[in-house]
């Protein structure tokens, strides 16, 4: 394996093997033990930049990284620019780095406009990239799908649009939306963007 020390804005990995995102798995014990075992970044679970909006206590409490090894990327959801600012402020006094899931292809997610939703939206997911930027003071990156469905394939599209916008760095997951987790991922699309 080609292990490498990587920069993201100005957080520095130790290698460039970051664990993903994955809601209802990398929670606090995952997260610790993944460090244990020499990961150079881990994700939270997505958290709700709604839910940040409104003070929900339950999700306040899933941010809890008090003695986690450094450094840990939260990973927010959401479309609202007023949420989008609350969460980044809120969450950047304790994140090194805040992704924003622009690829949950849930049902529950995308029908209020959320995850991978924004795919058929470029314009406001670059407003919401473009406010996590003026508000946080840590790196922002974004996670994004290849496209909503194989008609419509924007990956080249949003990665130019959303490192104009500021971020930092970003992850493609090489399906569609329509594909979910289903079929192989289609690599050409990384070598791509
Ligand atoms: C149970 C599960 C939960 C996931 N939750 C998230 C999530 O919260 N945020 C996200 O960006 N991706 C999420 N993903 C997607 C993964 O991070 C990853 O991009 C995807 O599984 C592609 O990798 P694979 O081809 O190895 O499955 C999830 C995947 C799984 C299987």
């Known amino acids: 394996m080609f292990l490498k020390k990587l920069k993201i804005g100005n957080v520095e990995l130790d290698n460039n093997i970051i664990l993903a995102p994955m809601a209802g798995v990398t929670d606090r014990p995952f997260r610790i033990i993944a460090k244990e075992y020499g990961v150079g970044l881990v994700v939270t679970e997505m958290i709700s930049s709604k839910a940040i909006f409104y003070d929900d206590k339950k999700t306040k409490k899933m941010l809890n990284m008090k003695d986690e090894k450094r450094p840990i990327s939260v990973q927010i959801f959401g479309n609202d620019l007023d949420a ?11 994140a090194d780095i805040i992704d924003i899931n622009m690829g949950c292809p849930a049902p529950k997610i995308v029908k209020n406009g959320d995850g991978s939703a924004l795919l058929k939206d ?22 994004f799908r290849k496209g909503w469905d194989n008609k419509s394939i924007v990956a080249t599209e949003f990665a130019e649009m959303a490192e104009k916008a500021g971020a930092k760095m970003l992850t493609i997951h090489g399906r569609a939306r329509e594909e979910y987790y289903s079929r192989k991922c289609g690599f050409r699309y990384y070598k791509r963007c």
């Open 84 to 94: 989008i600012k609350v969460a980044v402020e809120y969450i950047n006094n304790f």
């Open 122 to 143: 470029l314009t406001l997911a670059e407003k919401i990239i473009k406010t996590a930027v003026e508000y946080s003071n840590v790196p922002i990156t974004v996670k």
